[in-house]
Every structure is written in C-alpha cells, then in structure tokens.
C-alpha cells in the first residue's frame, strides 16, 4: 500500500454549480505563494491554521482572556481587545470559546480517507447531474501530492469528475501532477506584464505562463479543453491592452475554450477584519466594474478569436 497524504483544508463548501459540470462540492486548500492586493480568501494564504474572531458573535464572557497565556486578548472597559501582535496562535481562546464560537480555528488536516469521505457525503447529486468535486484554494499546487491523489481517488472509488481552479504559480513538477490528474482546469491570468504582475501579486509570471501553455499540451493529450480566467479590478489590469494580449495568448497556445472575465468584488474585506489584518486589503474603497465596462472588455476578448463571457470573481 503506498503512502497516505494528509492536506490542510480551510473550507468546504457544498452544491456549487461553478466550477465544473453539474453539482460540484469545492475543497479550498491551504497555503498560497501570491498576496494579490484583490485576494478575497485571505485566511487561506498561510499554510498553517488561522485564528478567526467574530466580533459579533462575542458577549463578553471573557474565557479567552482567562486561557489566554500571551496576554493578547485582555478585557478593557467591558470590551474584548485582542492585541495580534502579542499572540501566538495556541488556539486555546478558540478551545474556549466552544458555546457561541466567536473565535474559530481556520484550517483541518485531512487524510486521503477522511477527505473522500465527506466528498462522497454528496456522491447522490454529483450521479444525477455529472458533477464532481473541485479544488481551490488557496493554490492547490501548494499541495500538489495530496490532491493529485485525491483526483484520482475521486475517480477510481467515487466514479466522478474533478477540477482544479488554480493560479498555476507552482514548480513545473508540481503543476504537471495536477494538470494530468484533474478533469476540468481553470487557470487565472492575472497580469500579462511580467512587472505589473509582480507589482499586483508579489511574484512574476514567467513561470506561471510557462505552466499554462503545459496545461494546454497535456490536455490537449486528453482531448480535454482549458478556461482562462481574469479577475478584473479596476484601474489594476482592466486596461484594452492587457485583455487583448491575454486573449491573444490564450489563442495562440490553443485548446482554451473561453476566457472567463469576473468582475471584482470586496466581499472579502470583513474576512481581513475577522483575521485582525485590515491593513493588508488596500482596497477599501474600490468599487466592482461596471456591466458596461465588463461587455466593452468581453468584446475586446473576443475580437482576437476566443469565445468570452462574464461570471463572477
């Protein structure tokens, strides 16, 4: 018998209809190599656990405080204040805060079995509609091992489809494992400029094209088709430019089915609030594209030969 991994998971989210055919459930891994100045997951950028505080679930009783050996969460004029530079993350404040879960643990180790277990909880809707399970994140490159094996668990013993919706930053070895294993890929593009890219995300995108025009040749193997994605946010990479070369590369690779333009949304600032790191989102004040813009870029898409549509982020 081979080895069993184990991954860190952050969410798992039930009856998606994006993602892939039919009734999907999503599986978001933990662990990202980029920091987009956009990113609407932030508690699934570390590998590790997360602690997460809902203020409004809180009353106060003050059992944090009391197991609280770093002295982070201190009680101050009937007010919980929770100081993130002196904690350590113990979880023993989540540990406490077991009746109304105000603070909760952000990150679960699975086993393969354990995983596929709670896959196949909705094996019913994945049969009747042609669904199947998909992985996010995060970047599930990051933990390529594991969900690579799960894809093909998820075909052997479960009989359905996956997919894999990536931003393919990740060594070639490891982007290769989940390309060959996942059914259905879905790649962002997130800048075409190499500094841009840099400037918005913390890393260049060398390599991640290099990986994307792979993922066309091995699916292309398995006459299987790609989607490429943009997030579009505003006065970032929605420029006529960068849409027309990312259109005009997604052509020239071959086998992309569609571009896939989502608009950007804040939906998640408050989860930066719950993590204590307002100061990481830097764009409080941005507003989602208008529809208008959206149709003028999806047009520009489609100008250079390749199908586009709008959906959301």
């Known amino acids: 018998m081979g080895k069993e991994w184990k991954g860190t998971v952050f969410d798992i989210q039930r009856y998606s209809i994006h993602d892939g055919e039919g009734i999907r459930t999503l599986v978001f891994m933990k662990g990202c190599p980029l920091r987009c100045r956009w990113c609407s997951n932030p508690e699934g950028l570390e590998e590790g656990r997360n602690l997460l505080y809902h203020t409004r679930l809180c009353y106060g009783c003050g059992r944090c405080a009391a197991v609280c050996k770093a002295g982070a969460i201190q009680i101050e004029e009937g007010q919980i204040v929770w100081n993130r530079e002196l904690c350590t993350e113990c979880m023993r404040c989540a540990e406490a805060c077991s009746i109304v879960h105000a603070r909760q643990v952000c990150g679960r180790v699975y086993t393969e079995d354990e995983l596929l277990d709670t896959i196949a909880e909705d094996s019913v809707y994945y049969y ?14 990051l933990q390529a091992e594991f969900v690579s094996h799960m894809m093909e668990r998820c075909h052997e013993e479960l009989g359905i489809n996956t997919a894999v919706e990536t931003s393919s930053c990740a060594p070639e070895e490891k982007a290769e494992l989940i390309y060959r294993a996942a059914d259905y ?17 913390g890393v260049g995108n060398a390599q991640i094209l290099k990986n994307i025009r792979r993922a066309a040749e091995i699916l292309d193997e398995k006459r299987q088709t790609l989607v490429l994605r943009i997030p579009v946010i505003p006065g970032l990479n929605d420029t006529e430019e960068n849409i027309r070369e990312t259109a005009d590369f997604a052509k020239h690779i071959g086998n992309v089915t569609r571009i896939e333009l989502l608009p950007y949304h804040n939906l998640g600032e408050s989860k930066y609030q719950k993590l204590r790191r307002t100061g990481d989102y830097p764009l409080h004040q941005l507003k989602p594209p208008a529809e208008e813009h959206m149709e003028q870029l999806r047009l520009i898409a489609e100008a250079q030969g390749i199908m586009a549509k709008t959906g959301s982020l």
Request: overall charge negative; charged content about 30%.
């Open 128 to 141: 009747r509609s042609n669904g199947g399970v998909t992985f996010g994140g995060g970047e599930p490159m």
């Open 185 to 201: 890929i879905f790649t962002d593009v997130k800048h075409m400029d190499a500094d841009r890219h840099k400037e918005l995300t």
